[in-house]
């Protein structure tokens, strides 16, 4: 019944398609700028509170970074020196940087029943995608990534910003190559 109720209500999100247009832009820009490495502009996407998170768990079931192994677990300052890491051109493991492109689909959204900073409005939106990687730093190899993304959207100084990034990957419980890039 819980779930019957959970679908109701995304169904019936209460986003007008103004929100809606403007959320799907939002998650496919934030896709595109990590698929060219363009690092500067994905990260001005993100919200500067300390408590935004980038999160890849090690599967599906492992759902709280506390207690599971994460194979990503990034704060904000964390996430702030991956980028500069990018940047440097000192990664070894993204040097060069890895051809890739993405395709998201089955985006779903709803108002959060949270609020963010001075009572701003929070989205949640969920998709699909499947990323097609080529390690051509090491042994140009086609890597597919697949999983479900949850972006946690809110306004900051009538902006969209992330404020979470959650992604859980389809084989996040098996043994997978490095994921030196941004996901």
Known sequence: MAKLKEQ??????????????????????????ADESRYDEWEALWSNAPDATYWVPRGPHALDPEKHVSLINDNRARLATRIRQLKTGYRFAQIPVSPMRRVVSNIVMKRSATHGVEGAEVYEVESNFILVEIAVQSTNNQNIWAGRTLHRIRRENCELK?????????????????IAFLL
Not at 21 to 33: D, I, M, P
């Open 8 to 33: 109701d209500d995304l169904l019936e999100n209460d986003i007008s398609s103004e929100e809606e247009r403007a959320l799907t832009n939002f998650v496919l820009l934030e896709a595109q700028y």
């Open 162 to 178: 992330l404020h979470t990034k959650r992604i859980v990957l389809v084989n996040g419980d098996e043994p997978i190559a490095s």
